[in-house]
């Protein structure tokens, strides 16, 4: 008799971490580029801090997952 693969919540949420990691990665990343073509000073800058607080946020998706990890 067999039974139904039922992942580990654990690796689920890990997996789920990993998967918004790179999403919000990629949003910083577009960020960075309209930045770099923006023409308004302001806006430049708000895609700047955009950036900074993605970049902030995909640090502590990191370490969450390396916690999780353990």
Same mark, same amino acid.
């Given at each position: 008799? +067999? #039974?139904?693969?039922?992942? !580990?919540?654990? %690796?689920?949420?890990?997996? +789920?971490? &990993? =998967?918004?990691? %790179? #999403?919000? !990665?990629?949003?910083?990343?577009?960020?960075?580029?309209?930045? +770099?073509? =923006?023409?308004?000073?302001? @806006? &430049?800058?708000?895609?700047?801090? @955009? =950036?900074?607080? @993605?970049?902030? @946020?995909? %640090?502590?998706?990191?370490?969450?997952?390396?916690?999780?990890?353990?």
């Amino acid at each position: 008799m +067999s #039974f139904p693969y039922t992942p !580990n919540p654990k %690796d689920e949420k890990i997996e +789920s971490l &990993e =998967a918004q990691s %790179d #999403f919000l !990665n990629t949003l910083r990343l577009r960020h960075l580029h309209w930045l +770099s073509s =923006a023409d308004d000073p302001e @806006i &430049e800058h708000v895609h700047e801090e @955009i =950036a900074e607080l @993605i970049e902030e @946020i995909g %640090d502590q998706y990191s370490r969450l997952r390396h916690g999780l990890q353990q």
